[in-house]
């Protein structure tokens, strides 16, 4: 990392990477809000794939201060509490109850973000969730109107939305230089196949993975499909007992004439593949896999490049970044949650009823059309 101090306004501010060009609010390279001498106080809840690298943002961080890691697993959070100087918990109660702390993270498995959600509403912190809100398309609408009425900040996190090529392809497609879209693709295969502890909570591949490929499509194109049709299977045996699937391919209709298509796996054995694709009358734009090195061996047997990164951590660090500082900056300096990245209630349950309409469509072996307006 290049590491230099710039000056902005009349206070200086370290970045981890120059930027040069600002995005949809957010800068192209990750970038540390300016301190004001403010300092968000943060309980961090879970500490498993996704509260470790929160963690690792929270301490880096300079606006920020974690008090409280909270997991039920009382020697992860110990664990953590040592090496970043904070109180280990094993509940939320103590942290919730404790008005220094003015924000939390909700990193939890899955099934319990609705409840957690709840309750630091009711004691009137600051909220930035990993996705799911909820399970439940009702839960979440009573999420979000819990919040408003007691004007409390909620953000959920989609992580595509902060990484500097999907912004860049977003602008294009919006500034029109690939013209009308006529297709759109997104590509999304695991390295690697998560836990089977973590597979038995994820609530489906089309709710846990499937979701992010899902917003991109409709944040892209700045509309909603209106019929879907899918087909999944299942090759791994540890999937297949649980009654999910390991392989999905999503093909949408939109009212504007697009077609999308998403293609997933759990297992891609040559490292983290993400991708995405809009082809239309002017041209096309694609995002392809950053790689280990830029470096690549031309010879008598061919071209060789390194690896592409090996999974979500890695390839996504900088977006986990970005957001973790946009949301210390709509907490501590009031900005207003940019909607070119953070979704809206709106776009969470739009997102969640077309993942359940998806998941209809392979189970039915039908096209399915998606209803918005089911409460």
């Known amino acids: 990392?290049?590491?230099?101090?710039?000056?902005?306004?009349?206070?200086m501010c370290i970045r981890d990477r120059v930027s040069t060009q600002s995005t949809g609010g957010i800068s192209q390279q990750p970038v540390m809000s300016a301190s004001s001498g403010d300092i968000l106080s943060v309980a961090l809840f879970g500490l498993g794939r996704a509260g470790s690298f929160h963690l690792k943002n929270i301490a880096t961080h300079n606006r920020t201060r974690l008090l409280y890691a909270v997991d039920v697993d009382i020697q992860r959070a110990e664990a953590a509490a040592s090496k970043f100087g904070c109180k280990a918990l094993s509940s939320p109660e103590e942290a919730l109850a404790d008005p220094r702390v003015q924000a939390v993270i909700i990193a939890t498995p899955t099934h319990t973000h609705?409840?957690?959600?709840?309750?630091?509403?009711?004691?009137?912190?600051?909220?930035?969730?990993?996705k799911p809100v909820s399970l439940e398309l009702k839960e979440i609408d009573e999420v979000y109107r819990l919040a408003e009425a007691k004007n409390i900040t909620i953000l959920c996190g989609f992580n595509r939305r902060f990484d500097a090529s999907w912004i860049k392809l977003k602008e294009a497609v919006t500034r029109g230089e690939v013209g009308r879209p006529q297709m759109i693709r997104s590509t999304a295969r695991d390295s690697p196949v998560p836990t089977e502890d973590y597979l038995k909570t994820s609530h489906g591949f089309f709710h846990d993975s499937g979701v992010h490929d899902i917003d991109v499509l409709r944040?892209?194109?700045?509309?909603?499909?209106?019929?879907?049709?899918?087909?999944?299977?299942?090759?791994?045996?540890?999937?297949?007992?649980?009654?999910?699937v390991d392989t999905i391919l999503m093909v949408f209709k939109f009212k504007s004439g697009c077609v999308g298509t998403i293609d997933m796996s759990r297992k891609s054995v040559y490292g983290y593949d993400q991708r995405v694709e809009v082809f239309g009358e002017k041209g096309m734009m694609q995002v392809q896999n950053p790689h280990t090195t830029t470096t690549s061996l031309y010879n008598s047997e061919g071209t060789h490049s390194d690896q592409i990164l090996y999974s979500f951590p890695q390839r996504f660090a900088d977006a986990y970044f970005r957001e973790l500082d946009s949301f210390v900056r709509v907490v501590l300096d009031n900005e207003q949650p940019s909607k070119f990245n953070w979704p809206t209630h709106t776009d969470v349950r739009s997102v969640h009823i077309i993942a359940d309409a998806a998941r209809d469509a392979a189970n039915k072996g039908l096209s399915v059309p998606i209803n918005y307006h089911q409460k």
């Open 1 to 11: 990392y290049e590491i230099r101090l710039s000056l902005v306004g009349s206070e």
């Open 114 to 130: 609705y409840e957690l959600l709840i309750k630091s509403i009711a004691a009137g912190k600051k909220i930035f969730t990993e």
């Open 219 to 244: 944040w892209v194109l700045n509309e909603d499909p209106v019929e879907v049709f899918s087909v999944a299977h299942t090759y791994l045996p540890q999937i297949e007992k649980l009654g999910d």
